[in-house]
């Protein structure tokens, strides 16, 4: 009987393991960058989360306000969000309904998604997630996980986040160990970075892989106590 317990406990564990989102269990607001139309709404509805979105492209905002119409505790922001104020970007929107677009050139992305290009690019004006969030007048105490998204500025996205990264228990974001866009963070200084701010790897789960070398995955950090 201890030896079936212990097999079930360790398949249990296993399960959990692959589940890169499991760690919403443990916090009670999200302030996800790079919304899109807000996928993820009701896993973390499921959770009885807080939530900020945050998405760039004005008609992709449009739609993530309409869907989130019945989650009264998800609010959407419309901010592209760097490490500076007021700076200004060409920003390219995707063909993927907005998916892959960046404030940078794509690069070795098309080797894992050749179907994904530029259709149209906009001028945007950049501000930090620490500007955001005094403006609206949002307390970051009650936030405290983040979720990146932004295809390759997620560094810019923590450097202008500043004194915040002390407020987060959990940092998760979208990042490959390749140049999948020209001149992106890749997964080795998003750690470097993090670990300078007392952070450490708590989980990592590839989900797409290039023939010529390289992966993508979803990283969560936890935040050093």
């Known amino acids: 009987m201890k030896a079936k317990i212990k097999a079930i406990l360790r398949r ?14 443990k ?88 179907e ?14 620490a500007s955001i969030l005094a403006e609206e007048r949002i307390d970051p105490r009650e936030y405290d996980a983040l979720i990146m998204d932004t295809q390759g500025s997620e560094l810019l996205v923590l450097k202008g986040a500043g004194a915040l990264l002390q407020h ?5 974001t979208e990042v490959p160990d390749f140049e999948s866009y020209a001149g992106c963070c890749q997964l080795s200084t998003i750690a470097s970075f993090l670990t300078r701010h007392r952070y450490r790897e708590y989980s990592r789960t590839k989900f797409a892989q290039r023939t010529e070398g390289g992966s993508y995955y979803d990283v969560v950090f936890e935040r050093i106590a």
């Open 12 to 25: 249990a564990g296993a399960i959990l393991k692959r589940d890169p989102d499991r760690f919403l269990r």
């Open 27 to 114: 916090v009670s607001g999200v302030i996800h960058v790079g919304a899109n139309t807000g996928q993820e709404r009701e896993l973390y509805k499921k959770h009885g989360l807080r939530v900020i979105w945050v998405e760039p492209i004005p008609e992709v905002f449009e739609k993530l306000k309409l869907n989130l119409t019945d989650f009264p505790q998800q609010r959407a922001l419309q901010y592209l969000v760097s490490d500076q104020d007021n700076a200004q970007y060409q920003f390219h929107v995707a063909n993927n309904d907005g998916a892959s677009s960046s404030i940078l050139e794509l690069k070795h992305h098309k080797d894992i998604w050749p």
């Open 116 to 129: 994904v290009a530029y259709e149209r690019t906009l001028a945007l004006k950049s501000k930090t997630l």
């Open 168 to 172: 987060f228990r959990y940092i998760k």
